[in-house]
T-cell receptor, first 111, second 115 residues
Framework: AQRVTQPEKLLSVFKGAPVELKCNYS??????LFWYVQYSRQRLQLLLR??SRESIKGFTADLNKGETSFHLKKPFAQEEDSAMYYC?????????????FGGGTRVLVKP | EPEVTQTPSHQVTQMGQEVILRCVPI?????FYWYRQILGQKVEFLVS????????KSEIFDDQFSVERPDGSNFTLKIRSTKLEDSAMYFC?????????????FGPGTRLTVT
C-alpha cells in the first residue's frame, strides 16, 4: 500500500530564509507526486507536480526515486508563503486515481 | 476560473441522522472524488466516481456511505446514520481525466459536526 510521510508538523522560518519541507513516500510502482497548498480559509490547491519540473512561486521539488523523496524547497521564504502544505501521491491506473496525502506541514514565515 | 463548489459550508447533525453533502464539480470534468479530514489528521480518500459508477472506495466508505450524481451537475455524498466519528471536513474534488498530468481540483469543504 502507498504511504506518504511528512515528518515536520510545523516549520517556522524568518522572511528571506530558505525553507525545505520533507516528503517521503513508499510505493512499489512508479507514482506521480504532488505538493498541494492550503492558505488560511482557502481550498486545497495544486502547487507543484513532479512531472512538470517547474518552479511555482519560487518553490521547486525534485523526485528522488532512490531515496523515495519529494522535498519542497524555496530559497527565500516570503510571509505570503505561510500556509499548510501537503505532499500527495497518486498511482496512475484505470479510473481509481486516488490521492494519498501526507499529514501536512504548517509553514509560518515570520517578518 | 471555474471552481468546485460545496454546500453547506457547515452542517451540524445529531448522531443517527442522515446527512447529504452536496458538490458541484467543474462542468467539463468526468471524474469525481470525496475525501475527508478529521481534525488534526490526514486528508483521507473516501471514493472516486466515474460514468455513474464507483471506481474505487476506501475501507472507510462502508455501507453507511453512498454517492450519487442525481443530475448533470451535482455530486452528493450521503451518510445514512451518522456517528460521532464521522465529524470531519469533507472535500469534494473533480478532474477532467485520470491520466498523468490531470490534476484534481478541490472544493472548499463542508465541515460536518455530529453531536
Amino acid at each position: 500500500a502507498q504511504r506518504v510521510t511528512q515528518p515536520e508538523k510545523l516549520l517556522s522560518v524568518f522572511k528571506g530564509a530558505p525553507v525545505e519541507l520533507k516528503c517521503n513516500y513508499s510505493y512499489s510502482g512508479s507514482p506521480e507526486l504532488f505538493w498541494y497548498v492550503q492558505y488560511s480559509r482557502q481550498r486545497l490547491q495544486l502547487l507543484l507536480r513532479h512531472i512538470s519540473r517547474e518552479s511555482i512561486k519560487g518553490f521547486t521539488a525534485d523526485l528522488n526515486k532512490g531515496e523515495t523523496s519529494f522535498h519542497l524547497k524555496k530559497p527565500f521564504a516570503q510571509e505570503e508563503d505561510s500556509a499548510m502544505y501537503y505532499c500527495a501521491l497518486r498511482m496512475i491506473k484505470a479510473a481509481g486515481n486516488k490521492l494519498t496525502f501526507g499529514g501536512g506541514t504548517r509553514v509560518l514565515v515570520k517578518p | 476560473e471555474p471552481e468546485v463548489t460545496q454546500t453547506p459550508s457547515h452542517q451540524v447533525t445529531q448522531m443517527g441522522q442522515e446527512v447529504i453533502l452536496r458538490c458541484v464539480p467543474i462542468s467539463n470534468h468526468l471524474y469525481f472524488y470525496w475525501y475527508r479530514q478529521i481534525l488534526g489528521q490526514k486528508v483521507e480518500f473516501l471514493v472516486s466516481f466515474y460514468n455513474n459508477e464507483i471506481s474505487e472506495k476506501s475501507e472507510i466508505f462502508d455501507d453507511q456511505f453512498s454517492v450519487e450524481r442525481p443530475d448533470g451537475s451535482n455530486f452528493t455524498l450521503k451518510i445514512r446514520s451518522t456517528k460521532l466519528e464521522d465529524s470531519a471536513m469533507y472535500f469534494c474534488a473533480s478532474s477532467e481525466a485520470w491520466r498523468e498530468g490531470y490534476e484534481q481540483y478541490f472544493g472548499p469543504g463542508t465541515r460536518l459536526t455530529v453531536t
